[in-house]
Each structure stands twice: as C-alpha cells, then as structure tokens.
C-alpha cells in the first residue's frame, strides 16, 4: 500500500504533526489515526463462500456506511462463482466491483487496505499470511490452521507486521460470553473442574453441494492453485465444493464446531492449549464417500503444564445424524455450573449441606446469577440475516481497523484453538493420545511428531 491514496493522506498528516500536534496533546500516530479516520477503507474478499453470501456480508452491510467502508473487489478461483458473487455484492452494495480469477489479481489492484477471507478450511492461514505480506488487515475466517506449519507461518508474519487480523471466533463479541469469562476471572465460579461441549445436527446434507458439484468442470477453476500446499491428486469436485467432508482439506467437526468451543475454554482459562487429546468415532451413518467422521468423542485434558495435579477435563461430542443444533456450553465447578445454552450460573449439582456434612465440610453452593443477554450492537440496517455475534464481531474488526487496537480475536486465539484442533486430529487419525512440545511448538503422537 506504499503509493496508495491512504498512505499519503496518513504520511502527509504524519509530516504536519510532528510539528505541532505536541500542541493538542497528541502523538504524530493517533493524529494520523484520525485523519485516516475521514478515508474510505476499502475491503476486498478472498472466496464467495456460503459463509460469505449469508453470514459475513451481511454482517458486514450492518455497520459499513457508518463506519465509512467499502467493499471494491472479489477474488474467487471457479469463474460461476466469482460472476455470482459479483453480482450479489454488486445488488447491495450499489456499484460495480473488480472480478479477480486469483488472488495474484486482486493484490495487484490499488486501493485495497483489508481482506475478508472465506476460502476453504485449509487455505485460511495461507491466505492470510499472503494478505499480511501485502500489508492489508484481515478477517480470516475459522479454523485458521489445520497443521502445525501452517499455524506457526500464520502466528509468526502477524506479530512481525502492523496488520490488524480478526479471528472469526465471534463468541469473543457476545456479551454473554463476555460476562462468563469476566465472572470465571474474577474467581466467582472457584475452579473449573469439568466442561461439556456438543454440537449436534440431523442433516445429511451438512457440507454436501451436490447441485453445484454437477456443474464445477476443471477447465472453468484452478484446481493446482485449489490445492496450495496440499499434496496434489487428481480433480475431485467434491472435494473442492465438500471440503468439509474431506481430511486433509478440513477436519470436519472439530475445525468446523468444536474450534468455537474450544477457544472459550482458553480464553475463560488463560490456558493455551490442551495436555493431551484422545478421540473416538467414525462414519456410522452417512456413507456417502466422506472422509470425516460423522460422529466424534474428544476428550481433552487441560491444566497447568508445570503442575499436573492441577486441571480438569473437557469432552466435545458432535454427532451428524440426530440433534437439532443447539450448540451446549457448560462448565462445572464443585460449586455449580455455568450454563451457555441458559446464560445462567446455578448451584446446580454443586456441594449439597446434605453431601458436605457426610465428610464435615461446608457446603458450597453457587448464586444464581444471569450472565449479560447477546445483545447487539448498533446495527445500521435490519433483517439482513446477520446473527448477533458475527456482527458485533465484524464490528469490532472494522473499529479496530481505524483505531489500530487489539481485536477481540486476535491472532493467538487462532492460534491457540488450532493447537487444540491439530491435536485432535492427530488422536483422530493415530488413535493414539496427543501431545504437544511446548520447545518445539509441534503435536506429538508416541513421541513422534504428527503429520497429515
């Protein structure tokens, strides 16, 4: 971005307050900072995915004529999609937009300051340390990484730029969620000694394009590009449009939902990643052709790593053939349990008079208490489709654009939930327990260490 319009509106505000803005109180940076304020910030996006069309984008319509933003281009490998998304941004938002084939395209454009990237599973941390070394802030969609390499690429070009990249870990926005881990911080809740995590959907199209996979031909996309660093086999439409079913261009359950739950966990917590994972399950249902499971038991263990007497466990559960998707958060404490699903803190199954006196203890019963509503933010348009986390997140990503302040995601929490993704996947694919080697920053199976 160093000849774009942006930059010599902020260098040439830079120059002028470094003579006088001592007099209002104010560094050259903040005084820049505003200036850019008064600048469009123009958005290019990286995948016209589902999660783009109905999630991201409207999100993204609630606050962009407040906040000054635009969106001014779309890159996507398969020529149906890229005219379809076009066209779709081009309705709402009232103007033409640049079509890009690839992103080598949409980096050669000038003008663009951020990047929205909804590609596959396995792209999102390519993508983003691309976007990072094009000097653009990023909202990069979950999981952010599903290997190690990628993690550590990922962590390692943000921290070296001045980007601003927003993990889509959008439950971080949710006032709920805010006021559990303020009240698990505060030492409320005592210690946490058990989680329950589920996500469970009856659906055996979840994932499945089978209208749009009988379209997709190889001469219409860019299969080699598809597949960045993944080892190469033949053209598979599904693959390229069932990502999610399909290891290791997705983990499926784990990457898709368990990546939401896990990160409340170290975020409540403080801690960084799980001891150890096991994992149990299999395609029992839907055999379709699938590679991931359609049924998943995981079994985490967290707690301090220099003290292994101290911790508890956490179990996610997912299951694709019988549920209604109601997401279930809980978290136990010998006091009683915070509830996610409620947003209540109860003395529910915490230490009865009755159970104490048996071993002349105290009892230990939590208040009832109600946790903060999801409620939402300032919202510029109505009955967009937007839900009330993604778009409070999506929000605090733009604002953090033009104050330059830590977003509520930031890129440790990716990479963090990734450590406790990758060693699911490791116990999935072994079915061995996994580790991890803090020195070596890699997951570990029976001392070895974990490739796909």
């Not at 080598?104 to 993508?127: G, N, T």
């Not at 009240?183 to 994932?207: H, Y």
């Not at 033949?234 to 079913?245: D, T, W």
């Not at 986390?389 to 302040?405: A, D, F, G, T």
Request: aromatic share 10%; hydrophobic share 35%.
């Amino acid at each position: 971005m160093q000849n774009s319009r942006r930059d010599f509106i902020k260098t040439t505000a830079i120059a002028a307050a470094g003579t006088y803005a001592g007099t209002f109180g104010m560094t050259a940076k903040s005084y820049a900072n505003i200036v850019g304020a008064n600048d469009r910030v123009r958005v290019g996006v990286v995948g016209f995915s589902d999660r783009f069309k109905d999630t991201l984008f409207p999100c993204f319509l609630n606050h962009y004529k407040e906040l000054n933003f635009d969106i001014v281009a779309l890159s996507d490998l398969w020529n149906y999609r890229r005219e379809l998304g076009v066209n779709h941004i081009k309705s709402k938002i009232g103007h033409d937009i640049t079509a890009c084939k690839n992103n080598d395209e949409l980096y050669s454009l000038k003008d663009i300051d951020a990047i929205i990237i909804s590609s596959p599973d396995f792209a999102h941390a390519s993508h983003a340390i691309e976007a990072i070394n094009h000097k653009k802030d990023v909202y990069c969609e979950k999981p952010f990484a599903e290997t190690m390499d990628d993690n550590r690429a990922a962590l390692k070009a943000v921290r070296a730029s001045r980007q601003i990249l927003q993990i889509g870990s959008q439950r971080r926005s949710g006032q709920n969620y805010q006021a559990a881990a303020d009240f698990i911080k505060a030492g409320k809740f005592g210690d946490i000694t058990m989680v329950e995590l589920s996500w469970n959907v009856n659906q055996p199209g979840r994932w499945r394009r089978p209208e749009l996979v009988a379209m997709l031909k190889e001469e219409d996309t860019d299969w080699k590009r598809f597949l960045l660093n993944r080892p190469y086999e033949p053209f598979n439409p599904r693959i390229y449009l069932e990502y999610r079913l399909f290891w290791p261009y997705s983990s499926g359950m784990p990457g898709q939902w368990m990546s939401h739950q896990i990160d409340t966990v170290h975020w409540f917590t403080g801690l960084p990643h799980p001891r150890s994972v096991t994992a149990n399950g299999g395609i029992y249902k839907w055999k379709d052709g699938r590679r991931n499971w359609d049924t998943t038991t995981a079994v985490f263990d967290y707690g301090p790593l220099d003290d292994m007497t101290k911790g508890f466990q956490v179990v996610f559960t997912s299951r694709m053939h019988n549920g209604d998707e109601k997401p279930a958060e809980i978290y136990y404490s010998n006091g009683g349990e915070l509830n996610l699903i409620t947003n209540t803190v109860s003395p529910h199954g915490g230490l009865t008079e009755k159970a104490a006196s048996a071993m002349h203890m105290q009892p230990n019963l939590l208040p009832e208490t109600k946790l903060a509503a999801p409620t939402l933010q300032a919202v510029a348009s109505a009955n967009t489709g937007a839900d009330v986390l993604s778009s409070n997140h999506m929000r605090n990503w733009l604002e953090c654009i033009r104050s330059r302040k830590e977003p509520n995601a930031p890129v440790e929490a990716g990479y963090h939930h990734s450590i406790a993704n990758i060693m699911t996947n490791a116990a999935v694919h072994t079915g061995g327990k996994a580790t991890f080697d803090e020195a070596k920053q890699e997951v570990m199976v029976n001392g070895k260490v974990f490739k796909y």
